[in-house]
C-alpha cells in the first residue's frame, strides 16, 4: 500500500533544527532527567552567577566598611558623601539581586521540567524583562555612588578608612550592567528559539487531514507476480447470493 509523504512548510527544517538542538525555548523535551552538567555549561546560568557573586561583593563591601565613625559624632554616617541615601540603594539593590538570582537560578533548573509550551514561553518573557529592569537599576545605582563618591570630602575620612571598599561597590555595580543585560540578550535569544519551534508545530499539517492533496486510488496488493509491481486494481467482490428477482423459468422434465 503506498503511503503519502509528509508535506515540511517553508521554514520547517530551520525551525525543526532549533527544536532539536534545544527544544522548546531553549530547553528539551519535559520529563528528561535531570543533568547539572548541562545546566552549568548553559550561558544564561553562567551570568547569574556572576551576577550572584557581583550582588555580594556591592552589598558585602557596603555594609561592611561603607559606614563610618566620627570622634565628633556618636552615629555613623555613609562613606559616599554621608548620603545615608546612597549606601541605602546601594545595599538595597545588591540584597535583591542576589535573591533574584537565586529565584532564576532555580528556574533554569525546573525550566527543563516545564511541559507547557505557554509556561516556558511565561518564564523566558519574564526573564527578558526582569533582566532589563536590574540593568537599568545597576545602571543606576553605579552613576549614584560613582557621583556621591566624588563630590565626597576628604575631611570626612581622614584615614581613608574603606575606600577600597567604596571603590570595589561602585566597579561591580558598573560591571552588574552588562552581566544582566546579557541575561536580557540570551533570555530574547531562547524566546526567538522558542517562537520558531512553536510556528513550526502550528503550521505542520498532517497529510491525511490536507484535502487539497491529490491521494492515488487504493490498490490491493495482488497474490501472484505483477510485471508492474503495483499489485491489483481494487473491485468490489461478486456478490454470492442475488437478492434481486430473475423471473420464473421453467424447467423440463
Not at 546579557?182 to 502550528?202: P, T
Amino acid at each position: 500500500m503506498r503511503t503519502g509523504r509528509r508535506r515540511v512548510p517553508s521554514g520547517g527544517h530551520r525551525a525543526g533544527a532549533a527544536t532539536m538542538e534545544g527544544g522548546a525555548y531553549g530547553a528539551g523535551k519535559a520529563g528528561g532527567a535531570f543533568d547539572p552538567y548541562t545546566l552549568i555549561r548553559q550561558p544564561h546560568t553562567i551570568l547569574r552567577v556572576v551576577s550572584w557573586v557581583f550582588s555580594i561583593v556591592v552589598f558585602g563591601s557596603i555594609v561592611n566598611e561603607g559606614y563610618l565613625n566620627s570622634s565628633s559624632e556618636s552615629e555613623e554616617f555613609c562613606i559616599y558623601n554621608r548620603n545615608p541615601n546612597a549606601c541605602g540603594y546601594g545595599v538595597t539593590v545588591g540584597v535583591l539581586a542576589f535573591l533574584t538570582c537565586l529565584l532564576y537560578l532555580a528556574l533554569d533548573v525546573y525550566f527543563p521540567q516545564i511541559s507547557s509550551v505557554k509556561d516556558r514561553k511565561k518564564a523566558v518573557l519574564s526573564d527578558i524583562g526582569v533582566s532589563a529592569f536590574w540593568a537599568f537599576l545597576w545602571f543606576v545605582g553605579f552613576c549614584y555612588l560613582a557621583n556621591q563618591w566624588q563630590v565626597s570630602k576628604p575631611k570626612d575620612n581622614p584615614l581613608n578608612e574603606g575606600t577600597d571598599a567604596a571603590r570595589a561597590a561602585i566597579a561591580f555595580s558598573f560591571f552588574s550592567i552588562f552581566t544582566w543585560a546579557g541575561q536580557a540578550v540570551l533570555a530574547f535569544q531562547r524566546y526567538q528559539i522558542g517562537a520558531d519551534s512553536a510556528l513550526f508545530s502550528q503550521d505542520y499539517m498532517d497529510p491525511s487531514q490536507d484535502s487539497s492533496m491529490p491521494y492515488a486510488p487504493y490498490v490491493e496488493p495482488s497474490a501472484g507476480p505483477d510485471p508492474a509491481g503495483m499489485g491489483g486494481t481494487y473491485q468490489q467482490p461478486a456478490n454470492t447470493f442475488d437478492t434481486e428477482p430473475q423471473g420464473y423459468q421453467s424447467q423440463g422434465y
